[in-house]
């Protein structure tokens, strides 16, 4: 569980250049020709092995770009957060609009979420997180179009980050209508146990044949379904009900070290499963979500 905005007001450590080495057969270790090994300033650790040509973004030049982003949006900057020992690094920024109140009638903190991955896993990156206030529940995506490549230069024009924030507005806004329209779309009991079973793998088949869950399993199966009825008994027997059932579990019940709005990790990929069964649930009655 991760509802605490654990925010650090800046990223104190920088990422330096070193050179790597490898243990040669005699046993001598010997320095990777053509190869830098990126490590952290304050504790040496080693966050990525790659070639010299590589082109890092350090987190100067990071809160550099996100102070742009805030003076381009308007949107305060709330803080910085690491994931996954530093391998990759958060700006929270906090937007002036909430499509979710102004759609759902549910009034969340939304923010814009700038990112950059010290291990060459993303290029810079956008995306947007929800934290629900009646609930405490969290939903975060990466959003596909907001990514811009590491540059040598390091010079991102001011009419890119607008780009980012108008896009970023209106992904928002395209996932608040469909949150709507999952809200009128009703489902049953059935549907509940069904979704429960398919988000932790468990084999209905089995079931019926008289299998026995294991415990562990029984457990999340119990819990998820605690998440579900309550939300479902809170916002309606719905789609969008079901939904916020998973986050619920998600952020509440679920163990977890991931960001702040479940914008990386375990508890994304999760949330993501589930929005990816209720578009399956909705496509088996007709209708289409996206």
Request: hydrophobic share 35%; with cysteine; charged share 25%.
């Amino acid at each position: 569980m991760n509802t605490l905005k654990q925010f650090a007001d800046g990223l104190t450590w920088e990422v330096n250049r070193s050179t790597p080495y490898t243990k040669s057969v005699s046993g001598l270790y010997l320095p990777e020709d053509g190869y830098t090994a990126l490590k952290r300033s304050d504790n040496n650790e080693t966050l990525y092995i790659t070639r010299k040509t590589y082109t890092e973004t350090k987190n100067s030049t990071f809160m550099e770009y996100t102070h742009r982003l805030s003076e381009a949006s308007g949107f305060a900057i709330e803080g910085y957060a690491e994931f996954d020992g530093g391998k990759k690094v958060l700006a929270y920024l906090r937007s002036t609009e909430d499509f979710m109140h102004k759609h759902l009638g549910l009034k969340t903190e939304n923010y814009f979420v700038w990112g950059n991955s010290h291990d060459g896993s993303t290029p810079l990156f956008g995306g947007g997180v929800d934290f629900i206030l009646r609930c405490s529940n969290q939903y975060g995506r990466i959003m596909k179009g907001l990514k811009i490549r590491h540059t040598k230069n390091h010079d991102i024009r001011v009419e890119e980050f607008i780009r980012l924030i108008a896009s970023f507005k209106v992904e928002k806004e395209a996932e608040a209508l469909m949150f709507q329209k999952m809200a009128t779309i009703k489902i049953d009991s059935k549907i509940l146990d069904s979704l429960a079973n398919r988000l932790l793998k468990i084999d209905e088949t089995k079931m019926k044949e008289g299998d026995i869950l294991h415990p562990v399993t029984g457990r999340n199966k119990e819990a998820l379904m605690n998440s579900l009825i309550k939300e479902t008994s809170d916002l309606g027997m719905t789609l969008f009900g079901a939904f916020n059932g998973v986050t619920h579990y998600s952020t509440h019940s679920k163990k977890s070290t991931d960001t702040y709005g479940n914008l990386l990790g375990g508890n994304m990929k999760f949330n993501e499963q589930g929005l990816a069964i209720c578009n399956d649930i909705a496509k088996e009655k007709g209708l289409v979500l996206v």
